[in-house]
T-cell receptor, first 112, second 111 residues
Framework: KQEVTQIPAALSVPEGENLVLNCSFT??????LQWFRQDPGKGLTSLLL?????REQTSGRLNASLDKSSGRSTLYIAASQPGDSATYLC???????????FGKGTRLSVIA | DGGITQSPKYLFRKEGQNVTLSCEQN?????MYWYRQDPGQGLRLIYY???????QKGDIAEGYSVSREKKESFPLTVTSAQKNPTAFYLC??????????FGPGTRLTVT
């Protein structure tokens, strides 16, 4: 069964810093990988979806990379802002196109 | 506006009562999901449905029931058999690119 791990569990950085969040998964035969953002008490907002055939996806200051062979993905956030403070989760299907398995997330605090 | 709605946002119930959480989507998605989120536990899958009139148990289905009579709706009933029902419940649907979209969640408190 797929397992997803996110490191670190929490991260605090000063405003303007570039940062990297890590996600690893145990079964490399994934269909895709999705990064989400969750604000306290809210639902999840999809940030980036990387299909298995892709190496990376970019949206504004966010860049997500995928290395299937090593079972890893990174989310790079450039020039961080206080508004980026949230919990970031990554998720992959258990197998094929089945329901997502989530990591426990990285709680990010960007200090002004 | 297309999206997923969940109601109510907050729900309070006495122990021993069944309660139904609503989830509606107007995205025309076939697949829908229910997750439970507890502090420090991450999201755990309760039930999912790939198509109308069909659904499968997730990892923690005991004490829960669902129905999928319409494509747009996937209500979740938390029964009195669920030992620890207090949690944040999230509904999601899946698009054509296999991207999941989430509703705003319902926070259930049982006392």
């Amino acid at each position: 069964k797929q397992e997803v791990t996110q490191i670190p569990a929490a991260l605090s950085v000063p405003e303007g810093e570039n940062l990297v969040l890590n996600c690893s998964f145990t079964d490399s035969a994934i269909y895709n990988l999705q990064w989400f953002r969750q604000d306290p008490g809210k639902g999840l907002t999809s940030l980036l979806l990387i299909q298995s055939s892709q190496r990376e996806q970019t949206s504004g200051r966010l860049n997500a990379s995928l290395d299937k062979s090593s079972g890893r993905s990174t989310l790079y956030i450039a020039a961080s802002q206080p508004g980026d403070s949230a919990t970031y989760l990554c998720a992959v299907p258990d197998s094929g196109n089945t329901p997502l398995v989530f990591g426990k997330g990285t709680r990010l605090s960007v200090i002004a | 506006d297309g999206g997923i709605t969940q109601s109510p946002k907050y729900l309070f119930r006495k122990e021993g009562q069944n309660v139904t959480l609503s989830c509606e989507q107007n995205l025309n998605h076939d697949a829908m999901y229910w997750y439970r989120q507890d502090p420090g536990q991450g999201l755990r899958l309760i039930y999912y449905s790939q198509i109308v009139n069909d659904f499968q148990k997730g990892d923690i289905a005991e004490g829960y029931s669902v129905s999928r009579e319409k494509k747009e709706s996937f209500p979740l009933t938390v029964t009195s058999a669920q030992k620890n029902p207090t949690a944040f419940y999230l509904c999601a649907s899946r698009g054509l690119a296999y991207e999941q979209y989430f509703g705003p969640g319902t926070r259930l408190t049982v006392t």
